[in-house]
C-alpha cells in the first residue's frame, strides 16, 4: 500500500486480556517505531526496529509490553494482561535507513484501544 | 528538564494572521527537526522539516531553527481556520530516536 496500515482500528476488551496490534510500514522503510498517545498528551516513544538490529526497547513501559518485527515488515505490537491505563491510541510509523537523521517518519492511522 | 517542549497553548489567532509557534529542546547534539500537524481524531501529518541553522519557507510555512539557542519555531502566515489543529515539534537526538514535544493547539478564528 501507498501508505503505513494499522490494525485494527478500533480495539475494545476487558481488562486482564491480551492484545494484538498490527503495523505493515511502507514499502522499502526499514526503520519502524511504535508510539503511545494518551487522550489530550503527546506522543510517548515505545520501541523501534531498524533493519536487522536489535529493537531499540527503551520506551516500553513494562514488561506486559512487547513487540516484534519478522522478516523486516510486518511488526506486532503485544499487551499483555491488559489495564485500564493502557487505553490509548497505539501509532506506529515507518522511514527509511534509521542512520539517515533527515529521514522524516510516516504515521498510520493508529489503533484506538479501550480497555474496560 | 523535558528533552522537546511546547506550550500546550491554545494559542487563539484571527484568520489572515500570523501564528508563531515554539519549541526548545535539551539536547545540543540534536540535527534533525520535524513539526508535524494533528487534526484531532487523526495521526501526525508531517508538514516541515529542518536541519540548518536560518529560516526555512515552504509556501505559507517558515520554520526557523536557532542551534545555539536551542530552539526551533514554526510562522504559519495568513492563518487559515483550517489550519486550527496540534502542532508537534520533534526531532532526532543524537542517538537517533524520534522525540516530541507534547504539541501546541492552534485555533484559528474566522
Known amino acids: 500500500g501507498a501508505g503505513v496500515s494499522q490494525s485494527p482500528s478500533n480495539k475494545v476488551t476487558e481488562k486482564g486480556k491480551d492484545v494484538e496490534l498490527r503495523c505493515d510500514p511502507i514499502s522499502g522503510h526499514t526503520a519502524l517505531y511504535w508510539y503511545r498517545q494518551s487522550l489530550g498528551q503527546g506522543l510517548e516513544f515505545l520501541i523501534y526496529?531498524?533493519?536487522?538490529?536489535?529493537?531499540?526497547k527503551s520506551g516500553l513501559p513494562s514488561d506486559r509490553f512487547s513487540a516484534e518485527r519478522t522478516g523486516g515488515s510486518v511488526s506486532t505490537l503485544t499487551i499483555q494482561r491488559t489495564q485500564q491505563e493502557d487505553s490509548a491510541v497505539y501509532l506506529c510509523a515507518s522511514s527509511f535507513k534509521q542512520g539517515s537523521l533527515n529521514q522524516p517518519q510516516h504515521f498510520g492511522d493508529g489503533t484506538r484501544l479501550s480497555i474496560l | 528538564q523535558k528533552e522537546v517542549e511546547q506550550n500546550s497553548g491554545p494559542l487563539s489567532v484571527p484568520e489572515g494572521a500570523i501564528a508563531s509557534l515554539n519549541c526548545t529542546y535539551s539536547?545540543?547534539?540534536?540535527?534533525?527537526f520535524f513539526w508535524y500537524r494533528q487534526y484531532s481524531g487523526k495521526s501526525p501529518e508531517l508538514i516541515m522539516s529542518i536541519y540548518s541553522n536560518g529560516d526555512k519557507e515552504d509556501g505559507r510555512f517558515t520554520a526557523q531553527l536557532n542551534k545555539a539557542s536551542q530552539y526551533v519555531s514554526l510562522l504559519i502566515r495568513d492563518s487559515q481556520p483550517s489550519d486550527s489543529a496540534t502542532y508537534l515539534c520533534?526531532?532526532?537526538?543524537?542517538?537517533?530516536?524520534?522525540?516530541f514535544g507534547q504539541g501546541t493547539e492552534l485555533s484559528v478564528k474566522p
Open positions: 526496529f531498524q533493519g536487522n538490529s536489535a529493537p531499540d
Open positions: 520533534a526531532l532526532k537526538n543524537q542517538g537517533g530516536k524520534l522525540i
Open positions: 539536547d545540543r547534539g540534536s540535527q534533525s
